[in-house]
């Protein structure tokens, strides 16, 4: 217990006043990696924007879209290649800048930028132009049916605080540029920022000129953002009300929160699928012992080590049967998503190891698998588990699992030959899982795509997408594309995520199945 409080206290940083009804204490395992609101497409990075800034278009605590910065939205009359959205007036940024159409043509052309990590999302628009000062035109190179899905996480930023303050570049976080925009903010949301210590401490006020303040409960005036990424001393700090709300209770804890007086465990589906990448792509890999060539380039290698993986093991031992073992990389909650393809593969040791001797791999090979340890839902126990697990059909895994912000660049920067990856679709539409996971890795397409996978066929397809309004065809273009990318092999499923939240009982919420907590929405009692 004493190394408990001693990791408590250095963990929290809470200022020593007592906090009042309407503060929120808040902690997950780990923190946003930046403020730039396009640099990182990454859940806890963009939960934090969305309390300080805000998109056209927003998802609620449901996933029902509803306006935002946008009052009104819709396919032009004139050319279904646009899509024409009314903008809110008299909206205010936290510094007392007026919010216009300026701003989103501003932000929108920022989000389309090499370094974006939205730039998927915008891949197949053409220009984005002012319609006077609270319009907006979006013209696409053919007719998009899913736009407004697109937006619900594309923050705008104002244009002249961004050109004041040397912003108006997207943060090359791969790279490890440091800017203004990563560590200030400026935004038209419910929340200002006070202070910022990444890694550390984030804390946030309540916007009181803020446009939704009569639409919403805004019943939290002030949040306590701390990552906390020791799972003890997470729930430490839930038990002994350092905290109000956690994002990540521990799967080994849920009992021992959930039957404690004054909290509450909520427990919802997630939006994610968790899953491994494999670098089938190059010629030679450089983390395994195979001089010349690349095993995982053989689909019945990565065919074996995914019938090797013992997903229902891992949920009874691993997760605690907190996780639905999965069988393709999508959510039941996007469309393109089946029961067929996410029929889980059964485990076969045996059948595993022959298709590796087929492949010209019976003695095994040895490769290093990267880890996240702070992102997702016992991330680092789950790479433990499959370590083991391949070693049955003699892979010989190395795992090295690190903090997520030296792991996503990993992926990203392609120095990793085989990772763990989750994956949430704010869409709700197979369209985003292959932009950013099945497409070539290039300009527009591709940013999270670690595979190396390249099929130019298959990128035509994924791009038709974007301007296929015949929605009965176009999901069947998302079911022959989901075609490819199973009879490839190029990931392997492991499950979908399930989420527990942890919360006091002064703070009442629905969970998001985004797992992204918008506090404007939330009540506390006083």
Sequence with gaps: MKHTKILLAAAIAFTATTASAETLRWARAGDAL?????????????????????????????????????????????????????????????????????????????????????????????????????????????????????????????????????????????????????????????????????????VLTMNTDYWGKDEFPMEVTEIIYTPIQNAATRVAAMLSGEVDFIQDVPVQDLERVNSTEGLTVKTAPQ??????????????????NVEGKNPLADVRVRQAMNMAINREAIKKVVMREQSIPAGMIAPPFVNGWTETLDAVPTTDVEKAKALMSEAGYGEGFSIRLDCPNDRYVNDEGICQAAVGMLAQIGVDVQLDAKPKAQHFPLINNLETDFYMLGWGVPTYDSEYIFNFLAHTKGEKYGSWNGTRFSNADLDTKIQALASETDLEKRNGMIADIWKVVQDEQLYIPIHHQVLNWGLSSKVDTVVDPEDTAKFKYFKMSK
């Design 34 to 202: 930046t403020l730039d609101p396009h640099a990182q497409n990454e859940g806890p990075t963009s939960s934090l924007a969305h309390q300080i800034m805000e998109p056209l278009i927003i998802r609620d605590m449901t996933g029902k879209i509803v306006p935002a910065l946008a009052t009104e939205w819709g396919v032009s009359a004139d050319n279904p290649n646009v899509w024409k959205f009314k903008l809110r007036e008299g909206v205010k940024f936290h510094d007392g800048s007026e919010f216009d159409s300026e701003d989103v043509v501003f932000s929108l052309n920022r989000a389309m930028t090499k370094d974006s990590d939205f730039k998927e999302l915008l891949a197949s628009v053409k220009e984005v132009r002012a319609d006077g000062k609270y319009g907006v035109d979006i013209e696409t190179t053919g007719p998009n049916p899913i736009m407004p899905s697109n937006l619900t996480n594309m923050f705008i930023l104002d244009k002249t605080w961004a050109e004041t303050n040397n912003a108006v570049k997207v943060q090359d976080y791969e790279g490890g540029e440091e800017t203004f925009a990563a560590r200030n903010a400026n935004g038209t949301g419910p929340y200002k920022l006070v202070s910022r210590e990444p890694d550390t401490k984030t």
């Design 271 to 288: 939006n994610r699928v968790i899953f491994f990448g494999m670098n089938s792509g190059d010629a030679d890999l450089t983390s395994d």
